[in-house]
């Protein structure tokens, strides 16, 4: 039993790392890569995992070693204002709905699509709700859908309390497990591998690339 909850722990800082990579650059961000410590936790997680992953497309992320930060973070928010904010239709896709959508071959708008629905049921029924600030951000974005499998794993490993329900039993499935692959399997898996690919053709600069390859090893 210890060795299964290690393991979640480790799914719950993996789905973390997977996060904050694709969220909007922060300088806890810029410093952890410029520092060499993105790519060693990415790494490490993997291995602990067993899973199989590019080394060599990992560690790209060490081109930016000893740059200073701030001129770090400028670049990281220049390539992710590039790839996922210009335009009503960016290079590639952040949001599973637009994702989605495009492969359909339809135009949706943010929230008003069958997928994205989908999602902000799904994360309301783990008992999960917008934080302070953020009441127009969608739940399917590519940070938030990997912050949500964070909260499963971290509630299956027992390091996480379930929010806003009485028990794991309350969860999508009876349990956190339950929640977590029919997550995996309806949802992350169906489009996160293709966004992957998309970050690693397009990036500019060697983090992306190297987050892309990280998010295709955890999936």
């Known amino acids: 039993?210890?060795?299964?909850?290690?393991?979640?722990?480790?799914?719950?800082?993996?789905?973390?790392?997977?996060?904050?990579?694709?969220?909007?650059?922060?300088?806890?961000?810029?410093?952890?890569?410029?520092?060499?410590?993105?790519?060693?936790?990415?790494?490490?997680?993997?291995?602990?995992?067993?899973?199989?992953?590019?080394?060599?497309?990992?560690?790209?992320?060490?081109?930016?070693?000893?740059?200073?930060?701030?001129?770090?973070?400028?670049?990281l928010r220049a390539d992710a204002t590039r790839l996922f904010l210009i335009g009503r239709t960016p290079k590639v896709a952040l949001y599973e709905g637009l994702w989605r959508a495009r492969s359909d071959g339809t135009d949706v708008l943010l929230f008003v699509n069958p997928h994205s629905v989908e999602v902000e049921r799904f994360v309301k029924k783990c008992g999960l709700v917008r934080a302070e600030g953020e009441a127009n951000a969608p739940f399917d974005s590519v940070a938030g859908e990997c912050a949500l499998l964070e909260y499963l794993a971290g509630v299956q490993a027992g390091i996480m309390a379930v929010a806003g329900a009485s028990s794991p039993d309350d969860l999508p499935g009876g349990s956190a497990q339950a929640a977590y692959e029919d997550f995996l399997r309806q949802h992350a898996r169906v489009w996160l591998p293709r966004f992957a690919e998309a970050v690693a053709a397009e990036a500019r600069i060697p983090f992306y690339r190297a987050a892309a390859v990280y998010l295709a090893a955890l999936l």
């Not at 810029?30 to 199989?52: F, N, P, T």
């Open 1 to 75: 039993m210890e060795d299964v909850n290690r393991n979640w722990a480790t799914q719950a800082s993996a789905w973390e790392l997977a996060a904050l990579s694709f969220t909007y650059p922060t300088p806890e961000l810029a410093e952890a890569v410029a520092l060499g410590e993105w790519a060693d936790a990415a790494l490490e997680i993997a291995r602990m995992l067993g899973a199989e992953v590019d080394v060599a497309g990992i560690e790209q992320a060490r081109e930016h070693m000893g740059m200073p930060a701030d001129e770090l973070l400028s670049a």
